[in-house]
């Protein structure tokens, strides 16, 4: 027992003696006898060791494939060793959140660190410590651009659709207008867009590369939505960063992502890294907090909390947001990966993931029923295409043999790839879906 309750007998037997009691029932004498929960129906207590073999045991129930295809928003990238050496470090195995923020140095640096590299990757001015998720980003970026009159937010319908429900959610809340523009052709409708947009427009959405792997025609949303007085927030995937123009360079308010990239492993589905930055005059109404750079009473360089826009810190009426904490540990792992990355190496993970998707999608446009459904729409590192038999059925036939086939969609497939799948793993594919598809 002592490897879960941290106190022995004796202890907690001094603890109450202390305060006058003879008993932990007594502790509880205020509560009415009927509410008092006499016992709970769980099992006996097991060992450190037994308990390690049970988890073990269902852990080997988990199948990880060593070929996979498939993203929808979350991927599977090459992680240097270096990333998970240095966040293993025990001094960085701290409380989850810096309540005395100064006295937390270590900490502090490690998320103005991370700011600053996150400012740099989306060419914007301002980042705030992280939120729990992509979707998560979004959404709270969506209250950002809220005013008195202009409350609406206006959504592409080519965004991740787990994101559009998030922030359907968060809005409902408020009671917020959300205006799905549904997409055209997998790509947000420009036009269609742009006749959405109203006097109460607050913000508009938009993410690229979009759900279906698109590389939007950004320009022209983020003029219209401008020149109607709104907002624009862009959803991106942070390594296409690496190859494409960042959301400063589009004039964008507000850029959002899923950080799970950044260093981050699958883990089955989390936990994972909400990364958001804005433009310097939007930066009061950032939710969680910013740390900055200063000097101490000795001239020293030292970090503080500058700015902390949820409720705990500041008066209700002027928190932007209610969002708790920052994913210290995740943010320090895109943090680290960056460092060890580099420019240079970011850039080639992402033409890498360019390449090898392209090359998928022209040799599965050899075979019988899997034409490509983008047209000639420019795509990063995924896309859609037909499926000559019911995509749910080819994914099973595919994981028999080993390979996590794309993610069905429309009745099509939605594949992808990364560094990680080389140039054999994709023949190997195309062999296999040939011989599947040609049953």
Excluded at 144 to 166: F, H, N, Y
Excluded at 359 to 380: M, N
Aim: with cysteine; proline share 5%.
């Amino acid at each position: 027992m002592g490897s879960y309750i941290p106190s022995t007998r004796e202890e907690r037997q001094k603890m109450l003696e202390a305060i006058g009691l003879t008993s932990l029932d007594q502790l509880y004498d205020v509560v009415p006898e009927q509410v008092r929960v006499k016992s709970l129906d769980l099992p006996e207590g097991m060992s450190q060791m037994e308990v390690l073999q049970k988890g073990t045991a269902m852990a080997e129930k988990n199948r990880v494939f060593r070929s996979v295809f498939r993203g929808a928003g979350a991927y599977r990238h090459f992680i240097p060793p270096i990333v998970k050496t240095v966040t293993s470090k025990e001094e960085f195995l701290t409380a989850y959140t810096p309540y005395q923020a100064e006295i937390s140095q270590g900490v502090l640096q490690s998320i103005f660190e991370y700011q600053t590299q996150m400012c740099e990757l989306t060419g914007m001015d301002v980042s705030n410590a992280s939120v729990y998720d992509g979707a998560v980003a979004a959404a709270e970026a969506v209250f950002m651009c809220q005013e008195r009159k202009r409350s609406t937010v206006v959504v592409s319908g080519a965004a991740d659709p787990q994101t559009i429900t998030v922030i359907k959610t968060y809005c409902e809340s408020r009671d917020v207008p959300v205006v799905v523009v549904p997409a055209k052709d997998y790509a947000t409708d420009v036009q269609a867009m742009k006749e959405a947009l109203t006097g109460e427009t607050a913000a508009v959405y938009i993410q690229s590369p979009n759900y279906y792997g698109v590389m939007e025609d950004v320009e022209p949303v983020v003029a219209d939505a401008h020149a109607a007085g709104a907002k624009v927030i862009m959803g991106v995937n942070p390594i296409s960063l690496g190859l494409l123009k960042t959301p400063g360079e589009y004039g964008v308010d507000i850029a959002v992502g899923e950080g799970q990239p950044l260093g981050m492993p699958l883990s089955f589905g989390g936990p994972y890294l909400g990364f958001m930055t804005c433009k310097q005059a939007m930066m009061r109404k950032l939710p969680g907090r910013i740390v900055g750079e200063t000097k101490d009473a000795q001239g020293r360089r030292c970090y503080v909390l500058t700015l902390q826009a949820r409720e705990q810190h500041i008066r209700r009426e002027k928190a932007s947001s209610n969002i708790c904490s920052n994913q210290a540990l995740c943010a320090m792992t895109a943090s680290v990966y960056l460092a060890a990355m580099g420019p240079g190496g970011l850039r080639q993970a992402a033409e890498s993931s360019a390449a090898h998707a392209h090359y998928l999608a022209d040799e599965l446009a050899k075979l019988p029923g899997f034409s490509l459904r983008l047209g000639d729409k420019p795509f990063f590192h995924e896309f859609v295409t037909d499926c000559p038999i019911k995509p749910e059925a080819l994914c099973a036939a595919l994981e028999e043999r080993g390979i996590l086939g794309g993610l069905p969609v429309d009745g099509g497939i939605l594949w992808c790839c990364t560094e990680l799948n080389s140039r054999s793993d994709i023949d190997h594919l195309i062999a296999v879906l040939g011989e599947v598809c040609g049953k």
